[in-house]
């Protein structure tokens, strides 16, 4: 009998064992920890969740409205989208803190994941004048439409940041008579908006998404072909309320001045500095590298706010797709110093430099750890309530705090370039050239070279050195600096050239190599100045009829660049001695024989 028993028991532990690795493995491959970080979610979270009890909210429609309901549901789960055409309003009852109202609602979002099993989501309109919490428009779904507890903690980021931020909570919903469990709550674009973040009234628009859905369901349905209509450029202006700006001529005249603008802006005829609020920009996109949301930067997922009284368009923090680990930054590989209209939105945003330089301040600035110390610390108590509201059904689903925490060592090192760029340098008499060529994903600013006693030696005009392109050889540019008397009799042993990043407030300097770049003959390097004139060179003589260039016979002394055009024949005559000092040089496009 005891055997009988020890070999069941052996058969069971066996079993679990078993299964705990099949478990492992399977969280592991979704991200997760493994097996024993999960039980202990379990074990420490659950009971923790009934800390906080969950506010109820309970919707009703009647029977056909729920039979019509249903019929988006199926429709979508068949194709994969949910289409606009016949997921109209529906009315219904709604019953929350303490009231009952009317509302009206449908199916939202796009893709199926919003009418998976029986949480499905809802766009609720209410027939009050506060609606639910002050939301007159919001929606109800499940909390992992939002990746849980990371789209809470995005808002609250953002709002603190002076961002236009949503109001987003967690509730208990009870959808006729049926207990669905955690729903999340998230605000949608209306009036009440602006006025809960302190703005005043204007337009809410967007990039008209509808046609770029209709390519997302040509892909889906596998159906490729050159759609033009789907792309950012071909996207229209598309405003929230499109009924309410009927009504209201002002605020008609102040979408249309909004419209007008960001066509500007998308042809060029307007910076993105001139047109968007360069400094809530840049703060969203600081914010958007610390959670990990890049996702978000989808142009056909961004909202805007158009202030009439700056006339500046802010963004509105919307769905951050985060919490992940980020490899780039949301500004790396896009600084080519000019706008194309080919360019997608955010090319355009950070080609500005006031925005870009902006972005980098906030990124410094976030990526520090006393920041995110700061931001947990005074989101404590509220951050434990949404979690033990999300643990109640959902006790695996912590705010991985290790996410932000990594992603501000990255933004640290990213912004910490080792080398900011190649620098070769060349004197001539009383200037020195530099030659640069980009190597970082950075833009980065030449400040200038350090002279004698520290003293900076900065360019005529601020230059800004281009980021290199992903997979290509950075793209030269040429920048010469005035050097000095103390420069000129005293020059240093070593050229120190001082940048920043773009914006950043630390500075480097970089050694120069102490010699010509000669990799092109058609580099700006090569080309002769504007005064230069062959002709003022005593020991060159030319000849005009015969297209000759003589070299006179003797010793002659070189200190600045002798500049040879093409289409002549260069002769030298013996004896003849060249003496190239303070690294001169003579660049010929011509044959010399």
Not at 38 to 61: C, D, G, M, R, T
Not at 106 to 113: H, L, P, S, V
């Amino acid at each position: 009998m005891k055997r009988r028993t020890l070999l069941i028991v052996s058969a069971l532990a066996a079993l679990l064992v078993a299964g705990g690795l099949l478990g492992d493995r399977a969280l592991k491959s979704k991200g997760h920890p493994g097996v024993r970080r999960f039980i202990h979610q379990w074990w420490v979270n659950y009971p923790a969740s009934f800390a906080v009890e969950p506010e109820v909210l309970e919707l009703k429609v009647d029977q056909a409205d729920l039979e019509a309901i249903e019929g988006v549901v199926e429709k979508a789960r068949e194709r994969g989208v949910i289409m606009r055409d016949g997921n109209d309003y529906v009315s219904g009852e709604m019953l929350a803190e303490g009231a009952t109202f009317k509302v009206k609602l449908r199916i939202k979002g796009k893709m199926a994941d919003h009418v998976k099993g029986d949480k499905w989501s809802f766009r609720v309109v209410a027939k009050k004048d506060k609606g639910f919490k002050g939301m007159q428009r919001f929606s109800l779904q499940h909390p992992g439409t939002r990746n849980y507890l990371c789209d809470w903690f995005y808002h609250r980021l953002s709002r603190g940041e002076g961002i236009i931020a949503l109001r987003y909570g967690f509730v208990k919903l009870v959808f006729n008579g049926e207990d669905l469990g955690v729903y999340a709550y998230e605000e949608h674009f209306g009036p009440e908006l602006l006025a809960h973040n302190e703005r005043m009234k204007g337009p809410i628009f967007r990039f008209d998404p509808g046609l770029f859905w209709e390519h997302r369901l040509n892909m889906i349905e596998k159906v490729r072909y050159n759609e033009a209509f789907a792309a950012y450029q071909a996207a229209a202006l598309d405003a929230f309320g499109t009924g309410d700006l009927e009504k209201d001529s002002v605020q008609r005249r102040y979408f249309e001045e909004a419209v007008g603008r960001m066509m500007a802006f998308r042809n060029g005829d307007l910076r993105a500095s001139e047109v968007f609020d360069a400094d809530r920009i840049a703060r969203r996109h600081a914010l958007l590298d610390l959670v990990g949301g890049h996702h978000s930067m989808d142009w056909s997922d961004v909202k805007f706010y158009y202030d009439p009284v700056i006339k500046r368009v802010e963004p509105i923090a919307y769905e951050s797709f985060s919490a992940f680990p980020i490899r780039n930054l949301a500004g790396a590989d896009r600084y080519t110093g000019v706008f194309k209209p080919s360019m997608d939105l955010h090319d355009a945003y950070f080609n500005d430099p006031d925005i870009f330089a902006a972005y980098v301040q906030h990124l410094e600035r976030v990526s520090e750890p006393a920041f995110l110390d700061s931001v947990f610390t005074a989101l404590a108590p509220a951050l434990d309530s949404a979690s033990a509201l999300i643990y109640r059904e959902f006790p695996y689903k912590e705010l991985d705090r290790s996410v932000y925490r990594r992603n501000q060592l990255i933004i640290r090192r990213m912004l910490d370039v080792p080398k900011g760029f190649h620098a070769y340098a060349s004197v001539q008499h009383d200037s020195l050239t530099l030659s640069i060529v980009p190597i970082e994903a950075l833009p980065m600013e030449l400040l200038g070279i350090e002279g004698v006693d520290g003293k900076l030696l900065a360019p005529a005009e601020r230059t800004i050195i281009l980021c290199r392109m992903p997979g290509r050889t950075g793209i030269p540019i040429m920048v010469r600096i005035a050097l000095d008397d103390a420069w000129r009799r005293t020059p240093p042993e070593r050229i120190m050239v001082r940048f920043s990043v773009l914006g950043a407030r630390n500075t480097k300097t970089v050694e120069a190599f102490p010699y010509a770049l000669t990799d092109g003959i058609d580099l700006p390097a090569f080309n002769a100045p504007a005064t230069f004139q062959l002709s003022d060179e005593p020991a060159f003589q030319v000849d005009e009829a015969s297209h000759t260039i003589r070299i006179k016979p003797g010793v002659h002394t070189l200190s600045h660049d002798v500049f040879i055009p093409e289409g002549y024949t260069v002769q030298g005559t013996a004896p003849l001695h060249l003496d190239l000092q303070q690294g001169a040089r003579i660049v010929s496009r011509s044959p010399m024989v």
